[in-house]
């Protein structure tokens, strides 16, 4: 117990002021020995040694600091909200984006321009020149099926008479005959249209006799008579029957036959 008695009677506020001193001295002590080392440029000599800069340097650090931007967001989109003046008043308009964004859309499209009166262009023509157009087509009933113009005529009654002779192409067929059958091209009919077969698609896309390759087509029905081989055999077998029954009627066959005649004794 007198030991912790004397040591408490030692620490008195004399001895504590002279450790201030002394600390205090040791830190300019220091702070001067690192102000005259950082001079020499010999702060390696410190090693691992940590060196706080206090004073200038901080005020330094503040004048190259740039100043703070203004707080100004600039153009801002329209709020979703609008209130009024009053404190409890309900929003006076609610900004809906889809809306609006389908509003900008709709107002951008161009509205299609109203379809033109059919009957303009013919309330403006004359009687002669109505029924010059009634005579191009056979009518709504029949399809607006076209009258052919008089250059086309000699061309089309060639493919018009060669399906006027199918009767002859075909021995297992027979017809009704044409009205206009032997009468050249005034035998015409006043409106019609030579058709074409459109190609159907086949399972495995091969050739029928409704889907022709485009080598195996012709340009005319004249065209697709002749490159056929059967029609071709038939119509040759039909010409060799017609030369004998000339050739029966040729000369001296008269005389012939009279001779026949005669009785062989």
């Known amino acids: 117990m007198s030991t912790d008695s004397d040591s408490e009677e030692e620490i008195t506020p004399e001895y504590l002021q002279s450790l201030l001193d002394k600390a205090r001295q040791n830190a300019?002590?220091?702070?001067?020995?690192?102000?005259?080392?950082?001079e020499e440029g010999e702060m390696h000599a410190f090693g691992e040694q940590d060196i706080i800069q206090i004073g200038e340097g901080d005020e330094a650090k503040e004048e190259e600091q740039q100043p703070?931007?203004?707080?100004?967001?600039?153009?801002?989109p329209p709020p979703y909200f609008?209130?009024?003046?009053?404190?409890?008043?309900?929003?006076?308009?609610?900004?809906?984006?889809d809306v609006?964004?389908?509003?900008?859309?709709?107002?951008?499209m161009s509205i299609p321009a109203p379809p033109e009166d059919p009957n303009a262009d013919w309330k403006q023509l004359t009687k002669k020149q109505r029924?010059?157009?009634?005579?191009?087509?056979?009518?709504?009933?029949?399809?607006?099926?076209?009258?052919?113009?008089?250059?086309?005529?000699?061309?089309l009654h060639r493919e018009v008479e060669a399906l006027r002779l199918r009767n002859q192409l075909d021995p297992k067929r027979f017809y009704r005959k044409d009205d206009g059958e032997g009468k050249g091209i005034k035998g015409l009919p006043k409106h019609f249209a030579i058709?074409?077969?459109?190609?159907?698609?086949?399972?495995?896309?091969?050739?029928?006799?409704?889907?022709l390759p485009r080598a195996h087509r012709k340009r005319t029905l004249v065209d697709e008579l002749?490159?056929?081989?059967?029609a071709r055999r038939y119509t040759k077998k039909k010409f060799d029957e017609l030369?004998?029954?000339?050739?029966?009627k040729g000369k001296k066959t008269l005389h012939k036959k009279n001779d026949l005649r005669k009785p062989k004794w």
Request: proline share 9%; no cysteine.
């Open 28 to 38: 300019r002590e220091e702070a001067q020995r690192v102000k005259m080392l950082r």
């Open 68 to 76: 703070l931007p203004l707080l100004d967001p600039g153009v801002l």
């Open 82 to 97: 609008e209130f009024g003046n009053a404190r409890h008043q309900a929003p006076t308009s609610v900004r809906d984006p």
């Open 100 to 108: 609006a964004h389908t509003e900008v859309a709709s107002s951008s």
């Open 131 to 155: 029924k010059a157009l009634r005579n191009k087509t056979a009518g709504q009933g029949w399809f607006d099926l076209p009258a052919p113009a008089e250059a086309d005529l000699p061309r």
């Open 195 to 211: 058709g074409t077969i459109l190609p159907t698609n086949t399972p495995f896309g091969t050739a029928s006799t409704d889907n």
């Open 226 to 230: 002749v490159d056929d081989a059967e």
């Open 243 to 248: 030369q004998q029954v000339r050739g029966r």
